[in-house]
């Protein structure tokens, strides 16, 4: 048997949607895999009861399928689904190490990108790997057509999980199909800013690189309480903030020495509209770990 633990993450951090990523020390996915002639699946942990056991219509099941890869596959939940901190991608990113090991086919941990994130397109229709690369690669990752980057930073960080469940399927409708070029301009830069403050280990930078005038406007509309909560990570400490991933999970970067405030302000937030959230205070981390 092998076992492989998988973080979660938070892609798009704003500017780079579909194509940025960062990975967190907690929470995880536990993937346990051992052979057998058909894959069959348990699912235990937080959100379990949301989880599909098909091989067809779960995340794992299209990794075993891409890696020829049939086994029994236990997954214990720690990243809740449909919480825009990487779940679905936590399962197929820890399935894809743990099948990789567990059949000796020798792939990187770069060629297991594409095939974890054949997974995702069975939950959000496209097989973005924005969510996967980091659950395996670690650090702040960039995911494109031609391949992927990771760059390993210190960047502390706040994650403020509301119990609203918003579907990647749901958020991904609500992106506008055009944009402005002065729209374009602006994200560029902001992405640039934010990749030169990974690389540099600058909070102030990352913040001021998030700002993206695109996507995340229309996804704030899905979290109640975004733009209260967003002000207050502000106000607190945060140098940026942004929707996680498709939501509805509030991302903040911060200072280490802000990160109680914040998380502290994000709840309070939540709370004035009657939102229960939790918060995760974190830091870019490593990748899957085979335990
Ligand atoms: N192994 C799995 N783990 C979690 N969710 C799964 C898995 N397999 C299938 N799903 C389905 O995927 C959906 C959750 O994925 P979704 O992409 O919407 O959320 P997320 O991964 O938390 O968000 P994000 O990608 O924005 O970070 C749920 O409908 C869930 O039933
Ligand atoms: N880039 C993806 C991440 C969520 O899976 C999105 O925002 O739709």
Do not use: W
Not at 12 to 25: E, K, Q, R, T
């Amino acid at each position: 048997m092998i076992t492989v633990r998988a973080p979660a993450t938070s892609a798009n951090l704003g500017s780079g949607f579909d194509v940025f990523g960062v990975a967190f020390d907690r929470p995880a996915d536990i993937i346990r895999v051992e052979r057998a002639e058909q894959t069959t699946i348990d699912i235990t942990g937080v959100g379990s009861q949301y989880i599909p056991t098909d091989p067809d219509a779960n995340t794992v099941g299209a990794v075993v399928d891409a890696l020829d890869a049939p086994a029994h596959i236990e997954i214990d939940k720690g990243v809740r689904p449909a919480s825009g901190l990487g779940s679905s991608a936590a399962s197929a990113a820890g399935a894809a190490v743990a099948l990789n090991e567990l059949y000796n086919r020798g792939l990187s941990r770069s060629e297991l990108v594409p095939i974890a994130a054949e997974g995702e397109a069975v939950v959000s229709g496209t097989a973005h790997a924005d969510n996967v690369a980091p659950s395996i690669l670690g650090g702040f990752t960039i995911a494109t057509a031609d391949g992927v980057e990771s760059v390993s930073t210190d960047i502390s960080l706040v994650a403020c999980l509301p119990e609203i469940a918003v579907s990647t399927r749901d958020a991904r409708r609500v992106v506008p199909e055009t944009a402005q070029m002065a729209e374009v301009v602006e994200t560029v830069g902001n992405a640039a800013t934010l990749a030169v403050g990974m690389c540099r280990g600058d909070p102030d930078l990352v913040g001021r690189g998030m700002d993206d005038p695109l996507v995340t406007p229309a996804r704030a509309e899905l979290i109640t309480g975004y733009d209260a909560v967003r002000e207050a990570a502000v106000d607190a400490g945060a140098t940026g903030v942004t929707v996680s991933g498709a939501g509805p999970s509030v991302l903040a970067v911060c200072r280490a020495r802000d990160q109680r405030a914040v998380g502290s302000a994000m709840l309070t937030a939540f709370d004035d509209h009657e939102v229960d959230a939790r918060v995760y205070q974190t830091q870019v981390s490593d990748g899957a770990t085979i335990l």
